[in-house]
């Protein structure tokens, strides 16, 4: 055999081989790029997926901030309304004629907040029985009897006697 024979196959085994080598590190290459195509791919899914949950999630956040703003001014409209409510009463009861006992004559004064409202008085005789109302603001009327005046006081307290 001639030497440049051997020398010739020598150099065609290493080009075999080194095309072996390169081309399995090409396949391996692509693999890995196609896998991390994949990779990619799945990862972009997953951010949109993400991304859509965090939008349905600040959209739920919006509509439950503007229930926490309705429930809010509801609450403000309910408090208005309740000052403005005649819900402070109190009953004083009294002997209005002295030879008349049994507590029979009474005043009632039924207030708001503000102690705006009316105070009621019956009187109670043996024969006879007469009813006053006075108009009441801001705790205060023309031409108050003292039970009257009582009874304005013990419904601002919050108290009835």
Known sequence: MNIEFVIALVVAVVAVLVAVVAFSKAARASSEATKARRDYAS??????????????????????????????E???????????SLRHVAVVRFDAFGDQTGRRSFSAAVLDDN?????????????ESQAFAKGVTGGHAKGLSPEETEAISHALAGGES
């Open 74 to 84: 509801s609450v403000k409209r309910t408090k208005n309304d309740l000052a403005h």
């Open 115 to 127: 102690g705006d409202g009316i105070v009621l008085t019956g009187l109670q005789g043996r024969t």
């Open 43 to 72: 990862i972009a899914r997953a951010d949109k997926d993400v991304v859509d949950v965090l939008l349905d999630r600040i959209s739920e956040i919006d509509l439950l901030s503007k229930s926490v703003e309705e429930l809010s």
